[in-house]
């Protein structure tokens, strides 16, 4: 049942389609303090055109709301928000869906004196100045986290990500799509590196999101182990998922944090655990606890690599993922390609990564000439399957062919020169709304 739950997400690529994943961070425009829960649910709640277009826990609580036909909102452990394209056949129609969506916000935001900026990491709040958003499977994800890392909360609260969703048609061709997803996650880290900035100042890192990823929860996230090995199959996901803990179960729509720490396979074998018994609610659930640069969902396979960024960047993410992953022989070239490092290696290229983006060298790894090649082939994939798609990545040409810049080298080069270390220059240039 697990492994066909996984099995049943192949398509017919004539019905591969692309979704979309933007998340912001939102601030008060008068102070610049993160918006907390009472200020998001006004805000988002002027989104919705009806009232069964709002959910909400406990009766009182905004949590999650559609977006007309554009797909959905939620909200991140600190306030972050998410926005959740509708999966499209095309970039255009990708496009179009996100920047109506900023449309919207932008007016949304101006109404409420708020603003929401594009980044990797907040540039401007420590940890305690975070605004917990009061969601019940983040009350339970909260401390079981903080055990396991000592950035685990700095993620939750201070991070935000593109995520790319695309889709497989074939066990093997899943195979290919997750393992290349793992292990080109370093390389795409460092081409859409943005957030050089913390509590108003240089952090030392090109991706400090990155960074607080490394010291999260070995578990779960980073390199997928199975990524380091050949032929993997919908069965050894679904074993080493088994292998990953629990953090949480959920009953009723209530979350309980009782069986945290339980291998899921200990969990399956001893019937439960402090009174629940297992139902297949817990395994849905405990898949979307995974959080591997590249992931298994039910529909398709998550690419979780990229630092929050503006429209052209989120588009141009899309583009590339999709050139590499639409076309057969892009895919075999990129496969051929890509980094085969250990855990330890691999590892490594992370750390140095986070730390100095396009610039680094490890592991016998030269990541500026790796991104100039991946920039390369995925524009060759494109341009045979999406041909009108291609421009998606003109920002990547000029910028990682050459300029042989991230996002976040630009913003260390105005920091240090026309912006004379000014956050208040950092902020206006980051903002989207």
Not at 346 to 367: F, H, P, S
Request: with cysteine; glycine share 8%.
């Amino acid at each position: 049942m697990m492994t066909d739950y996984l099995r049943r997400g192949a398509q017919s690529s004539s019905e591969w389609k692309c979704g979309l994943e933007a998340e912001l961070f939102g601030y008060t425009q008068s102070t610049l303090e993160r918006l907390d829960a009472r200020q998001l649910q006004r805000v988002l709640a002027d989104f919705a055109t009806t009232d069964d277009r709002l959910y909400y826990e406990h009766d009182s609580l905004l949590v999650e709301l559609c977006v007309g036909g554009l797909g959905h909102l939620t909200i991140e452990p600190g306030g972050q928000v998410e926005f959740s394209g509708r999966p499209r056949k095309t970039l255009n129609e990708v496009a179009r869906d996100l920047a109506s969506f900023l449309d919207r916000l932008r007016a949304v935001a101006n109404q409420h004196g708020v603003i929401f900026l594009a980044a990797g990491f907040d540039p401007l709040r420590s940890i305690v100045d975070q605004k917990w958003f009061p969601k019940m499977r983040y009350a339970v994800m909260r401390p079981y986290l903080a055990l396991q890392g000592s950035r685990a909360w700095d993620m939750m609260t201070r991070t935000c990500a593109v995520q790319v969703s695309l889709d497989f048609d074939s066990e093997s061709d899943w195979f290919k799509k997750f393992t290349l997803g793992n292990r080109l996650a370093p390389i795409v880290t460092a081409i859409f590196a943005n957030s050089p900035f913390a509590e108003g100042k240089l952090s030392g890192y090109k991706s400090t999101r990155a960074a607080a990823w490394l010291k999260t929860d070995d578990a779960r996230s980073g390199l997928s182990p199975l990524a380091t090995r050949d032929n993997v199959t919908f069965e050894d996901y679904v074993a080493y998922a088994m292998g990953v803990p629990m953090i949480f179960a959920r009953r009723k729509g209530i979350y309980t944090g009782a069986p945290g720490g339980i291998l899921f396979a200990d969990f399956l074998e001893n019937n439960g655990a402090v009174g629940l018994s297992p139902i297949f609610q817990d395994w849905t659930d405990h898949l979307t606890t995974i959080f591997t640069d590249a992931r298994a969902k039910p529909q398709c396979i998550e690419l979780r690599s990229a630092d929050g960024g503006s429209l052209k960047f989120a588009l141009a993410l899309a583009a590339l993922w999709k050139g590499l992953f639409y076309d057969g022989e892009a895919l075999g070239e990129a496969l051929k390609l890509m980094p085969r490092l250990d855990m330890a290696s691999a590892l490594a290229l992370r750390e140095d990564v986070a730390r100095r983006g396009l610039a680094a060298r490890a592991a016998g790894i030269d990541v500026l000439a790796f991104a100039k090649d991946l920039v390369r082939i995925a524009t060759n994939g494109l341009r045979r399957t999406s041909p009108g798609e291609v421009h998606y990545l003109d920002v990547l040409h000029e910028m990682v062919l050459t300029d042989e810049m991230s996002p976040a080298d630009v913003l260390l080069r105005n920091w240090d020169g026309l912006w004379h270390h000014s956050m208040a220059k950092v902020v206006e240039y980051l903002r989207v709304s």
